[in-house]
């Protein structure tokens, strides 16, 4: 089966059914009345709600979701806790349904907007900007993101009983990851911001504690294992360590999890093949879109190589020590005692 996603970057957004342009002080205000507490320094104060600390910049667009977005039972959601193989698993989503217009070997063939031109972020909308009212035509697999917890997506999403796929990674990894992102992000506000940010030993701390964006960990990992062990047809549960370790085999059932598995034909001529060619690390973050290009979210530019910084597993220890990785492994453990999940 071969699908084709007609995707353009210049497309207007578009009123989608529902969605209300009140102004966005209904929500500042919902927002002061939560609980909160000081985040990692240089961001925000984190609030929480349904039990989970975020960030004002993603708890807005997520209670407009709340009360706007309507999910359709043929929509698909990747997804995850920020900084555990996001950007990898948009970008194999992406290719993988929109393979009929896979580009060739020397990118002589294009004829759509693809990961090419586009960092994966542009390509698949992410529920708490509210992209969801972006013009996405063509599309026989309507593919959205989100990082919010399983407890915190708009009610419509668990009711329309669509397809959730979502993606856990080491807490070290990931907390490394989401520190040097952070960081980044902060810098390129202001120059001078940098030298405020958290130290990563401040910032471990937190983490530790839960306090981190759409934290705690554990608790945002938990409510789709849970989730997924309900309805597993419905939520396709996987590590960003076996998809390391396998990629092939994971392409191939986010494939069939999608509704569009690769027939006999396609695996013959490699389309398997070429679409982890496609997105691999390497490839992605040599592309000049990766290199040099930016995109904006709610105002703020970031730079597109901000997704790219090294993709491995382990590397943790080049940042952590022995002890602060003993130290989460155990909070883990303890964490997801009883649910049958590991890392």
Excluded at 22 to 41: D, F
Excluded at 79 to 88: A, L
Aim: glycine content about 6%.
């Amino acid at each position: 089966m071969s699908l084709e996603m007609e995707f353009s970057t210049t497309s207007k957004p578009i009123p989608a059914s529902g969605i209300s342009p009140e102004s966005p002080q209904k929500y500042v205000e919902e927002i002061s009345q939560l609980p909160k507490e000081k985040g990692w320094r240089g961001l925000q104060e984190l609030f929480l709600y349904k039990n989970f600390w975020l960030y004002p910049v993603f708890l807005e667009g997520a209670l407009h979701a709340r009360d706007h977005f309507q999910a359709q039972p043929t929509d698909i959601f990747l997804c995850s806790s920020m900084k555990t193989g996001t950007t990898w698993l948009k970008a194999l989503s992406f290719t993988i349904a929109t393979r009929g217009h896979l580009p060739s070997d020397d990118g002589s063939d294009m004829t759509t907007v693809s990961l090419r031109t586009a960092v994966p972020h542009d390509c698949i909308p992410f529920l708490e900007f509210n992209e969801y009212s972006t013009a996405v035509t063509g599309s026989e697999i309507p593919l959205f993101a989100s990082h919010l917890p399983y407890t915190c997506l708009p009610k419509s999403i668990i009711d329309s009983d669509c397809k959730i796929a979502y993606i856990c990674r080491d807490p070290k990894d990931t907390f490394v990851s989401m520190w040097f992102f952070l960081r980044k992000f902060v810098a390129g506000k202001n120059s001078t911001d940098v030298e405020s940010f958290s130290s990563i030993d401040e910032a471990f701390e937190l983490f530790c504690k839960g306090l981190s964006s759409h934290g705690p960990y554990w608790k945002h990992i938990l409510g789709y294992w849970e989730a997924s062990k309900r309805r597993p047809e419905k939520i396709l549960f996987l590590k960003y360590e076996d998809l390391v370790e396998d990629t092939q085999l994971w392409v191939k059932k986010l494939a069939e999890f999608f509704g569009c598995p690769f027939s006999a034909e396609e695996e013959r001529e490699g389309v398997v093949e070429r679409v982890v060619k496609e997105c691999s690390f390497e490839s992605l973050r040599n592309l000049e879109v990766n290199r040099s290009g930016k995109h904006e979210k709610r105002g703020r530019a970031i730079e597109n190589s901000a997704y790219f910084r090294k993709g491995v597993v382990g590397d943790w220890r080049n940042h952590l020590t022995d002890e602060m990785g003993k130290k989460i492994d155990v909070i883990m453990e303890e964490k997801l005692m009883g649910s049958g999940f590991t890392f």
